[in-house]
């Protein structure tokens, strides 16, 4: 199936007054099921985009068109969803032709080695220090599935909470710089998926990788519900720029306790101002 043959056979536009609360126009029994993904346009959305299951259990990505890359996010996970056999349902919209978008970026492959004008040039990943002390030894960032396929009973935080398809197991997740990261440390110590950036944690590991690299050299896997992500596993070297704890910072002054946003924004400055530039 090439690319083109995705949008006519995997994609199906939605019906006017369908939402995510209401029964799947597609299926005979109006079921959404481990088969089905959507997408939709949410101008008012407080993020590039927001996904995870909504409504009667659809597995969904919602994409705010004010964001530059949107148009190739909506192609990314529409590929992507139909790589691994699940038919998409487009909410369609008013404002844009979503038709026309997926035939224009649909050129662009989810897998492919070139650098995007809307790519950064540098994304994190975050651990605990546990994880970390396995990471260095073995000398790579290891899938859940890798993990788990090694004997480590490890859990993600992701799959169930959010209703993340099976197969995102199969990867490492990074985000940009400026994005949830430390969510992910804070989430895990507590338990529970906890999106508030200003609650007290302890932070773990911050690894700042080299994102063009990755692209460059064909690791890069394109989903649309994240920056991107690398199969299997990724070795530190040479994408590894950095990595820190919270021994590597001082609290700022008048500040009791780390949070995720102190940390994720005292090191960034940190790496902005003094990593990222050098050779």
């Known amino acids: 199936m090439n ?13 006017d007054g369908w939402n995510f609360d ?4 597609f299926s005979v029994d109006g079921s959404y099921g481990s088969n089905w993904s959507a997408l939709s346009l949410d101008e008012d959305l407080y993020s590039r985009y927001n996904v995870g299951s909504r409504g009667l259990g659809v597995f969904s990505l919602v994409v705010n068109p ?21 038919s998409i349902i487009v909410q369609t919209s008013a404002k844009y032709d979503l038709r026309t978008v997926l035939q224009d970026t649909i050129l662009h492959d989810f897998r492919e080695n070139l650098i995007r004008q809307s790519d950064e040039r540098w994304i994190v990943h975050s651990s605990t220090k546990e994880t970390w002390e396995l990471i260095k030894k073995s000398g790579c960032l290891k899938s ?3 993990l788990h396929d090694e004997g480590l009973r490890t859990t993600g935080i992701g799959v169930d909470p959010l209703g ?5 197991i199969d990867y490492i997740m990074f985000d940009t710089l400026f994005g949830c990261s430390e969510i992910v440390v804070s989430s895990r110590q507590k ?5 508030d950036g200003d609650v007290e944690y302890t932070p773990g590991i911050r690894m700042y990788f080299d994102a063009h690299a990755i692209i460059n050299d064909g690791l890069a896997v394109r989903d649309g519900a994240h920056v991107l992500k690398v199969y299997d596993k990724l070795p530190l070297e040479p994408y590894l720029k950095i990595a820190f704890d919270e021994n590597s910072f001082s609290l700022p002054n008048g500040e009791k306790y780390w949070t995720p946003s102190l940390f994720t924004g005292t090191a960034n400055d940190y790496f902005l101002n003094n990593i990222a530039n050098d050779k």
């Open 22 to 25: 209401k029964p799947n126009p």
């Open 164 to 168: 993340e398809p099976d197969d995102y």
């Open 66 to 86: 004010e964001y530059d890359g949107w148009e190739c996010r909506l192609s990314d996970f529409v590929q992507y969803e139909s790589y691994y056999g699940r």
């Open 144 to 146: 859940l599935r890798r």
């Open 3 to 15: 690319n083109s043959d995705i949008v006519t056979n995997r994609v199906f536009f939605a019906p």
């Open 191 to 195: 338990g529970f998926i906890c999106f």
